[in-house]
């Protein structure tokens, strides 16, 4: 067997250091046959700062990746890094260059210019605070607030799905799907897109064992409980498909999907959602008559209507 190659990779941000763990998830996950060892250097703002992180660097080098905006600080990785013959990269530089080669203009030397207290920001925590209110069923009397409703069995991501939605600004709200139980009448003509979640059975009944196992359910027999029966979550998981499908909601397999792509899925219904409802007022639009409604106190007020002399 071969071994692993190891190396070592150094993020180095001025900023919270989120851009660059993105990259560096999504680009290592392409590598089977190598073990990456992140090191990573957030708000890197001085010198003083810059030094722990240079000797970070030759104390275990590797390939570096940054974001650093003042151009001392810039200069001095970089100078480090050509002497110690390391790869090193500013990530933003190829994305910066085209847009202003399309712009036409220079960008503004600006650190963490996307973490700003503006209304963006605020409308990201008012979703957070929402999702809190109305998780798992509760709050359902505001749900007109809402920008989506997740709906789904116990355990099939609804919550982390709405927390990550929230992040982008989306007030999600998210119910239960219960054997036996009816849904609540707020779903009945819902003023936002439903968007169900659904899971394999096996995987849900793995996450049901571990959630019992977490909360001290030793007592609950793993082999019984309708919980985490097989025929009955089998049978629960095909209820709430049927549901969905009766009420015209479409359905998302969560079983092979990180909470991001699931995110993203939902965001995508979201937009067809409205889209429809778009064309729907449209074509509603179009089908109204195009002359003026006769006026009922026309003949009480002694007007004839629109067009009647004075």
């Known amino acids: 067997m071969v071994p692993l190659r190891s190396i070592n990779l150094h993020l180095v941000s001025d900023s919270t250091g989120e851009t660059l763990n993105s990259i560096a998830r999504a680009t290592i996950a392409r590598f089977d046959d190598a073990q990456v060892v992140v090191h990573r250097w957030s708000l890197i703002r001085s010198r003083l700062q810059l030094d722990r992180v240079l000797e970070g660097i030759r104390h275990e080098p590797g390939p570096v990746l940054f974001t650093l905006v003042d151009r001392s600080l810039r200069h001095a990785l970089e100078e480090t890094c050509t002497r110690l013959g390391l790869p090193r990269m500013s990530v933003l530089d190829p994305v910066m260059e085209l847009l202003q ?164 899925t939902v965001l995508q219904l979201m937009e067809a959602w409205h889209a429809r409802r778009a064309g729907q007022a449209a074509v509603a639009q179009d089908h109204l008559p195009t002359h003026a409604p006769e006026d009922p106190a026309a003949e009480v007020l002694g007007t004839a209507g629109p067009g009647a002399a004075p």
Request: hydrophobic share 40%; charged share 25%; with cysteine.
């Open 101 to 264: 080669g399309a712009i036409g203009t220079r960008a503004k030397e600006k650190r963490a210019a996307q973490h700003v207290l503006d209304a963006d920001y605020f409308r990201r925590i008012d979703a957070m605070h929402f999702v809190l209110a109305h998780d798992d069923g509760q709050g359902l009397a505001a749900v007109g607030e809402a920008d989506v409703v997740l709906v789904g069995v116990s355990r099939s991501s609804k919550t982390p799905t709405c927390f990550y939605l929230a992040n982008r600004g989306i007030k999600a709200a998210n119910v239960p799907i219960v054997p036996g139980a009816p849904l609540p009448p707020e779903l009945e003509n819902p003023p936002c897109p439903v968007v169900g979640l659904t899971i394999e059975a096996g995987a849900l009944i793995e996450i049901r064992r571990h959630r019992l196992r977490l909360i001290g359910a030793g007592g609950v027999r793993q082999d019984s409980s309708a919980y985490v029966d097989p025929e009955a979550v089998k049978a629960e998981i095909l209820a709430a498909r049927r549901l969905c499908t009766q009420r015209g909601w479409p359905v998302i397999d969560v079983t092979r999907r990180s909470i991001e792509e699931t995110a993203a």
